[in-house]
């Protein structure tokens, strides 16, 4: 299959490219377009053929749901069985925009869009091309990340053409996605709202909309031992083709142990890649050192770490050494998705110096 690639700006939205990709969408077919988070493959949320392609071009395990993308709040009712206070204020404060909620399915919905559960993923992005695209589609486009699975996912156009060109109809161009990382998700079945996923919209934000608000403990602990609570969460996700291996300690021992590790590591012919951060890149030692950002601004190390991620699979490098970003996962904020994402890239493979 040809896969048509076709630049659409946010700020100057190209009505009949839209209308186009709307129709691929209405016909059965697949279409990968920007958000505010990370680029989405998307496919009719309400047609059973076109979830199957998704999870085929993918190569994405079918129990493992998709998120329904909506462009209007009221088209929330059709397809969950109830919208309870909770939902509608978090709409309120976060719609559109990078929040996931969690809901019970009505049976407008089949079970291959939630692969299998009678719950249903639903968010509203906070992109002007996203919004019209699954306007022009008919209303309801499920979609998850753009990548084939296993890969980091993509925060360029280049890198949905890299995994799914040739797999789908149009890849939907809109430059480079701000946030970087996935959406927050947050689950409105059980009675006290559960955070299955953290991201930009972080626990204090929640939790000022709705009080008290608890997270899966399987976020940040290495999930081995518990049951995850929802099918995705059990897939390795995001994990680049070096060996990730995350050091966490005081800066100067980071520092430090980075760079003997490495240097053992080139001395048996490995190619090392390692991710610091503005401040400490001019300290390290190595084939490949990258900056993930600053952590005076932990938004420019959230948008730019799917991007080193892949940059290390292009370069080819064998191993890679990361510094961690624990403690400001545990002060809350955006540090929690980015140290929920690193270590699901690296396994759960953390040591402490
Ligand atoms: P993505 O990883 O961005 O492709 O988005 C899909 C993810 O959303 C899945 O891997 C799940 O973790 C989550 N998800 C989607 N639907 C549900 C659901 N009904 N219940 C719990 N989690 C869900
Ligand atoms: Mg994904």
Redesign the pocket.
């Given at each position: 299959m040809e896969t048509k690639i076709v630049p659409i700006k946010e700020e100057n939205l190209d009505k009949s490219a839209l209308e186009e990709a709307g129709k691929v969408i209405k016909k059965g077919g697949l279409v990968a377009f920007p958000t505010e988070?990370?680029y989405?493959l998307g496919g009719n949320a309400l047609d059973e053929a076109a979830a199957g392609k998704i999870y085929r071009a993918k190569g994405?395990p079918s129990d493992?749901?998709?998120?329904v993308h909506i462009c209007r709040l009221e088209d929330i009712y059709p397809i969950v069985k109830e919208v309870p206070e909770a939902a509608l204020k978090l709409a309120d404060a976060f719609w559109p925009g990078p929040l996931?909620m969690?809901l019970r399915?009505s049976d407008k919905v089949p079970y291959a869009t939630?692969?299998g559960?009678d719950?249903?993923?639903v968010r509203m992005p906070g992109h002007k091309t996203a919004l019209a695209f699954i306007g022009a589609a008919g209303g309801y486009v499920a979609?998850?990340?753009a990548n084939t699975s296993g890969k980091p996912?993509p925060t360029l156009a280049k890198y949905v053409t890299e995994d799914l060109g040739g797999r789908i109809d149009m890849i939907i161009d809109g430059g480079r996605i701000a946030i970087g990382l996935?959406?927050t998700?947050v689950?409105l079945t059980e009675t006290v709202p559960v955070i299955?996923?953290p991201g930009y919209i972080t626990k204090e934000m929640l939790e000022k909309v709705l009080g008290y608000v608890e997270t899966d403990k399987t976020i940040l602990d290495d999930d081995a031992g518990q049951a995850p609570?929802?099918?995705?969460?059990k897939?390795k996700?995001y994990a680049p083709k070096g060996e990730l291996t995350i050091i966490s300690g005081s800066r100067e021992n980071v520092i430090e142990a980075i760079n003997q590790k490495s240097r053992e590591m080139e001395e048996k012919g490995k190619k090392v890649g390692i991710i610091g951060t503005d401040d400490t890149i001019a300290f390290y030692r190595a084939d490949v050192v990258k900056s993930a950002g600053s952590r005076e601004k932990e938004d420019t190390i959230a948008s730019a770490l799917y991007r080193i991620l892949r940059e290390f699979d292009d370069e080819g490098v064998d191993v890679i050494y990361s510094e961690s970003f624990e403690e400001s996962a545990k002060a809350g904020g955006i540090g929690q998705a980015i140290m929920n994402r690193l270590l699901k890239a690296a396994g759960h493979h953390m040591e402490r110096v």
């Amino acid at each position: 299959m040809e896969t048509k690639i076709v630049p659409i700006k946010e700020e100057n939205l190209d009505k009949s490219a839209l209308e186009e990709a709307g129709k691929v969408i209405k016909k059965g077919g697949l279409v990968a377009f920007p958000t505010e988070t990370v680029y989405g493959l998307g496919g009719n949320a309400l047609d059973e053929a076109a979830a199957g392609k998704i999870y085929r071009a993918k190569g994405r395990p079918s129990d493992n749901p998709l998120i329904v993308h909506i462009c209007r709040l009221e088209d929330i009712y059709p397809i969950v069985k109830e919208v309870p206070e909770a939902a509608l204020k978090l709409a309120d404060a976060f719609w559109p925009g990078p929040l996931t909620m969690i809901l019970r399915k009505s049976d407008k919905v089949p079970y291959a869009t939630t692969g299998g559960l009678d719950t249903v993923a639903v968010r509203m992005p906070g992109h002007k091309t996203a919004l019209a695209f699954i306007g022009a589609a008919g209303g309801y486009v499920a979609a998850p990340s753009a990548n084939t699975s296993g890969k980091p996912s993509p925060t360029l156009a280049k890198y949905v053409t890299e995994d799914l060109g040739g797999r789908i109809d149009m890849i939907i161009d809109g430059g480079r996605i701000a946030i970087g990382l996935e959406s927050t998700i947050v689950d409105l079945t059980e009675t006290v709202p559960v955070i299955l996923r953290p991201g930009y919209i972080t626990k204090e934000m929640l939790e000022k909309v709705l009080g008290y608000v608890e997270t899966d403990k399987t976020i940040l602990d290495d999930d081995a031992g518990q049951a995850p609570k929802a099918p995705g969460m059990k897939y390795k996700h995001y994990a680049p083709k070096g060996e990730l291996t995350i050091i966490s300690g005081s800066r100067e021992n980071v520092i430090e142990a980075i760079n003997q590790k490495s240097r053992e590591m080139e001395e048996k012919g490995k190619k090392v890649g390692i991710i610091g951060t503005d401040d400490t890149i001019a300290f390290y030692r190595a084939d490949v050192v990258k900056s993930a950002g600053s952590r005076e601004k932990e938004d420019t190390i959230a948008s730019a770490l799917y991007r080193i991620l892949r940059e290390f699979d292009d370069e080819g490098v064998d191993v890679i050494y990361s510094e961690s970003f624990e403690e400001s996962a545990k002060a809350g904020g955006i540090g929690q998705a980015i140290m929920n994402r690193l270590l699901k890239a690296a396994g759960h493979h953390m040591e402490r110096v």
